[in-house]
């Protein structure tokens, strides 16, 4: 990989991480965007998904298994990413959120050249580049970020689809 491609790599996670973040103001933290998900219910998951590349990144650099905590069932893991913060509150959330992105990015900034092309094990047990990896919750985040704009549209109802 060279350095444009990770530089383009950290552009699009940043892209939709920004849009996110110009949304918050707009979100009543009360109301509902999935059914049983507020914005903060949405943090904690984005939250986790970035604490399980983390720890799939840094046991790539160290050569050491990693957790894979979606091994059982992503459906179980999003829950756990929900349910391990609820006692939290809105803002220590929305900051726990922004921590892990910085995280995320210095690690994958840090990788060395050579491990953009081994295969690293994913948070599921599979194995993949770290390309594909982040463009694939760059991707997920992305999808929630959509649903964020749609739901703002009519705020009064949840939306009609599950916060996974």
């Keep these: 990989m060279h350095v444009q491609d990770r530089v383009f790599l950290l552009h699009r996670m940043d892209k939709t991480r920004l849009k996110i973040e110009e949304l918050l103001p707009k979100i009543d933290p009360q109301k509902e965007i999935y059914p049983g998900w507020t914005i903060r219910d949405i943090l904690a998951h984005m939250t986790g ?9 840094r046991s790539h650099v160290t050569e050491h298994p990693p957790s894979v905590p ?9 829950a756990l990413t929900v349910t391990s913060r609820k006692d939290l509150d809105y803002d220590h959330v929305r900051k726990e959120w922004r921590l892990t992105r910085q995280v995320l990015r210095a690690i994958i900034e840090a990788l060395p050249e050579d491990k953009f092309f081994n295969p690293v ?4 047990g599979e194995k993949a580049t770290v390309t594909h990896l982040v463009d694939m919750f760059h991707d997920h985040e992305q999808e929630h ?3 964020i704009l749609a739901w703002l549209k009519h705020s009064e109802e949840p939306l009609k689809k599950e916060g996974n």
């Design 70 to 78: 979606a091994i059982h069932s992503l459906d179980e893991y999003n």
């Design 121 to 124: 094990i994913v948070p599921w």
């Design 145 to 147: 970020c959509q649903d």
């Design 49 to 57: 998904w970035d604490d399980a590349t983390i720890d799939a990144l």
